[in-house]
């Protein structure tokens, strides 16, 4: 079985900043894109940036330039590094990894989510 545990989510101020993180442990046989999504109250569930294997990455307009994602492969974990937070953020954010486990199927994997709350 393959676990994803995030943390780092919180109550921050606009302007703030706050750091996620997310860490696959189990049965990992490899890991190819990571990403964070989001989800606001009544809204459907958004991409917010992913990371291929070889470092490429990928945001949603409304956060590049104040969100950054990065990947720590010995550690198979991936970080969401968000600035200059917006009440528009506000969500909960859940971390996404397209991986196999021992079963050698490329599929995807959740974390349970952790609740972002930006503060007007």
């Known amino acids: 079985q393959v676990q994803l545990v995030e943390s780092g989510g919180g109550l921050v101020q606009a302007g703030g900043s706050l750091r996620l993180s997310c860490a696959a442990s189990?049965?990992?046989?490899?890991?190819?894109?990571m990403g964070w999504y989001r989800q606001a109250p009544g809204k459907q569930r958004e991409l917010v940036a992913t990371?291929?294997?070889?470092?490429?990455?990928n945001y949603a307009n409304s956060v590049r330039g104040r969100f950054t994602i990065s990947r720590d492969n010995a550690k198979n974990t991936v970080y969401l590094q968000m600035n200059s937070l917006k009440p528009e953020d506000t969500a909960v954010y859940y971390c996404n990894f397209y991986m196999r486990g021992s079963d050698r199927i490329l599929k995807d994997y959740w974390g349970q989510g952790t609740q972002v709350t930006v503060s007007s």
């Open positions: 990371i291929s294997s070889v470092g490429n990455t």
């Open positions: 189990g049965r990992i046989f490899s890991i190819n894109a």
